[in-house]
């Protein structure tokens, strides 16, 4: 089981309450929340602020959907400020899903997946490591049979505490064909996240949906 955190908010869920945890449409080839053991992908955990909805959404949608609804149309804070809209993180989260999935349609779904991590320093006016601004790389990648899939991930700081922008790129090249999709967003991380998507080639409509990125005709 994933920790008893709201899905949606990260606000504590108690675990002792079965309507806590939330039935949604099981999908053969959906990804779930992640690959966590024992949780099953069509369930999620959400608080009280989110359960009633969610359970309604989760009738006739899957968990990834119910998630990204209730995120794109959240209550209210408590001082009113409508935060609608996705972070990057919750765009890293996505993708990552993503990439899971397009692995398991491509067939690479049980290929062993590269997977790096790199910081690379940027020494400037005679400021050295380790004060110096630095970019932060992660790389998963899955190379199989003509089919190239890989997330890229790369944070930009000015220092430990700023973040000075993000970017994460979803790439699928196969022989039925291709696309890139980017999410990008100037730091800091804290403020209203406007998330920048480019995609080309042609990117799966339920990834398109989930980004409520318009739809090729
Ligand atoms: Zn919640």
Same mark, same amino acid.
């Given at each position: 089981?994933?920790?008893? *955190?709201?899905?949606?908010?990260?606000?504590?869920?108690?675990?002792?309450?079965?309507?806590? =945890?939330?039935?949604?449409?099981?999908?053969?080839?959906?990804?779930?929340?992640?690959?966590?053991?024992?949780?099953?992908?069509?369930?999620?955990?959400?608080?009280?602020?989110?359960?009633?909805?969610?359970?309604? *959404?989760?009738?006739?949608?899957?968990?990834?959907?119910?998630?990204?609804? =209730?995120?794109?149309?959240?209550?209210?804070?408590?001082?009113?400020?409508?935060?609608?809209?996705?972070?990057?993180?919750?765009?890293?989260?996505?993708?990552?899903?993503? =990439?899971?999935?397009?692995?398991?349609?491509?067939?690479?779904?049980?290929?062993?997946?590269?997977?790096?991590?790199?910081?690379?320093?940027?020494?400037?006016?005679?400021?050295?490591?380790?004060?110096?601004?630095?970019?932060?790389?992660?790389?998963?990648?899955?190379?199989?049979?003509?089919?190239?899939?890989?997330?890229?991930?790369?944070?930009?700081?000015?220092?430990?505490?700023? *973040?000075?922008?993000?970017?994460?790129?979803?790439?699928?090249?196969?022989?039925?064909?291709?696309?890139?999709?980017?999410?990008?967003?100037?730091?800091?991380?804290? #403020?209203?996240?406007? =998330? #920048?998507?480019?995609?080309?080639?042609?990117?799966?409509?339920?990834?398109?949906?989930?980004?409520?990125?318009?739809?090729?005709?």
């Amino acid at each position: 089981m994933r920790p008893p *955190l709201c899905d949606v908010c990260d606000a504590d869920v108690d675990p002792a309450d079965s309507r806590s =945890l939330v039935s949604c449409v099981r999908a053969a080839d959906d990804p779930g929340l992640g690959d966590l053991p024992g949780h099953p992908a069509h369930q999620l955990w959400l608080c009280k602020a989110h359960r009633d909805e969610g359970a309604a *959404l989760g009738v006739s949608r899957t968990a990834m959907q119910v998630v990204v609804a =209730l995120r794109e149309h959240p209550e209210p804070d408590a001082d009113g400020r409508d935060d609608s809209g996705m972070t990057l993180h919750d765009a890293v989260a996505l993708l990552r899903g993503a =990439l899971d999935r397009l692995a398991s349609e491509h067939g690479v779904g049980d290929v062993e997946r590269e997977r790096t991590e790199a910081r690379e320093w940027t020494p400037m006016d005679h400021v050295e490591p380790p004060w110096c601004p630095y970019v932060d790389r992660r790389r998963v990648r899955v190379v199989h049979d003509g089919v190239e899939l890989e997330l890229d991930e790369e944070y930009a700081h000015w220092n430990d505490d700023e *973040l000075a922008r993000a970017s994460a790129t979803l790439r699928l090249q196969s022989p039925s064909g291709g696309f890139s999709f980017s999410v990008h967003t100037p730091g800091p991380s804290d #403020e209203p996240p406007e =998330l #920048e998507v480019i995609v080309t080639g042609h990117a799966p409509p339920w990834l398109l949906n989930a980004f409520g990125a318009p739809q090729p005709r």
